[in-house]
């Protein structure tokens, strides 16, 4: 199947740093990726949707700028924390739906996920 | 709006037996369902899915059906490996958004030798 890859797999920094965190696709090419984040124990959340060449689209209750994502291409996505505190910690993950269906597709490929812990 | 409910775990077996992990859903019109798993270490991978109401997704020995009328998607699978060990994720897509999964909290299963 389709791979898609996140980097880094964990990082952890100080509080009131950035931290850009990489998703791509491997062997497709993306025009929409999507942007979780899970909790300890609980599921994941949607957190935005990345289009690429144009804005993401953000899930009620995100901030837009705290957590910038930029769809450069269409095999990376990135998502910058800015300014970072410790309740930003989590596991963030990222998925893309296959080809460049624009999103069509009801199926998606996940990211192994990135571990942010804030200090 | 679309929830995902499934049983809280940790599910604790032994090897070679029955598998169940509840799963029901509540959505709008007819969403797609899915379950994804995810191995220690690794991002989740989808492991089967079920796009109309009496469907049945299956791999890997995992069997779920798609029951409109219970609301339900239950995975199943006869005989368990340790190998099965993972965290198992129920979802579903609606019709009017397609790529937008909403999923339930997990299931975490662990299978003893």
């Known amino acids: 199947g389709a791979v898609v890859s996140q980097h880094p797999s964990w990082v952890i920094c100080k509080s009131g740093t950035s931290v850009k965190i990489e998703c791509r696709s491997l062997?497709?090419?993306?025009?929409?990726m999507f942007w979780y984040r899970q909790f300890p124990k609980q599921s994941l959340m949607l957190m935005a949707t990345?289009?690429?060449?144009?804005?993401?689209?953000?899930e009620q209750g995100v901030e837009k700028d705290k957590f910038l994502i930029n769809h450069a291409s269409l095999t990376l996505s990135t998502l910058t924390v800015t300014s970072a505190h410790p309740e930003d910690s989590s596991f963030y993950i990222c998925?893309?739906?296959?080809?460049?269906?624009?999103?069509?597709?009801?199926?998606?490929?996940f990211g192994p996920g990135t571990r942010l812990t804030v200090l | 709006g679309n929830s995902v409910t499934q049983m809280e775990g940790p599910v604790t077996l032994s090897e070679e037996a029955f598998l169940t992990i509840n799963c029901t859903y509540t959505?709008?019109?007819?969403?797609?369902l899915f379950w994804y798993v995810q191995y220690p270490g690794e991002g989740l991978q989808l492991l089967l899915k079920?796009?109309?109401?009496?469907d049945k997704g299956s791999n890997k020995g995992f069997e779920a059906t798609y029951r409109k009328e219970t609301t339900s998607f239950h995975l199943e699978k006869g005989s368990v490996q340790v190998s099965d060990s993972a965290v198992y994720f129920c979802?579903?897509?609606?019709?009017?958004?397609?790529?937008?999964?909403?999923f339930g909290k997990g299931t975490m299963l662990l299978v003893s030798p």
């Open positions: 998925s893309a739906p296959p080809g460049t269906s624009g999103g069509k597709s009801n199926e998606q490929f």
């Open positions: 062997d497709f090419q993306a025009t929409t």
């Open positions: 990345s289009n690429e060449g144009s804005k993401a689209t953000y």
């Open positions: 959505a709008t019109g007819y969403p797609s």
């Open positions: 079920a796009t109309k109401a009496d």
């Open positions: 979802a579903l897509s609606s019709r009017n958004s397609y790529s937008t999964l909403t």
